[in-house]
């Protein structure tokens, strides 16, 4: 009987443990091959607020300065607004990196990379995440994330046409 009861008792404990823990990092990697080649395409992405020029969901960007740290603030169409800052750029090796401070997003911890890549005659964009879910299932902070990238990757495709 002394069994029975341990586990009726250990069981919620559990759930109360795992719910605790924090969530582990999710990864999302999409790409998309261009007929352009990396210099024109990177002329048109390179530009850390000309994601407002090719991105879909963008209405608009405005860069500004915050501690040494280079800021954009995306206003999104329908209502809302991100701001992300620069962490890295290489416009040699074509990538810049950025982060989420604010914004509707479920996600959290969320650091990002934007590439070109050579591919034959044309390139390869590539754009990844690594993320938290905030206030959200993985699944749905994954989805986000995962349309965000492939719009802004067709949208980049169709402009270097």
Do not use: N
């Amino acid at each position: 009987m002394l069994q029975i009861f341990t586990r009726v008792l250990a069981l919620p404990a559990l759930a109360l443990v795992a719910g605790t823990v924090p969530g582990l990092a999710i990864d999302v990697a999409k790409s998309i091959d261009v007929a352009a080649p990396p210099a024109k395409v990177w002329s048109t992405i390179g530009d850390f607020c000309g994601i407002g020029q090719w991105h879909p969901a963008i209405e608009k960007c405005a860069l500004s300065q915050d501690g040494g740290k280079t800021l954009r603030t995306l206003s999104l169409k329908g209502g809302g607004t991100i701001v992300e800052s620069q962490t890295a750029r290489d416009d040699k090796a074509m990538s810049y990196t950025y982060g989420i401070v604010s914004g509707p997003l479920p996600v959290s911890d969320y650091s990002s990379t934007l590439s070109v890549m050579p591919k034959g005659a044309g390139s390869t964009v590539k754009w990844t995440g690594s993320f938290k879910a905030k206030g959200a299932p993985d699944a749905v902070a994954t989805d986000a994330i995962s349309g965000i990238y492939e719009s802004g990757l067709k949208a980049i495709a169709d402009k270097s046409k």
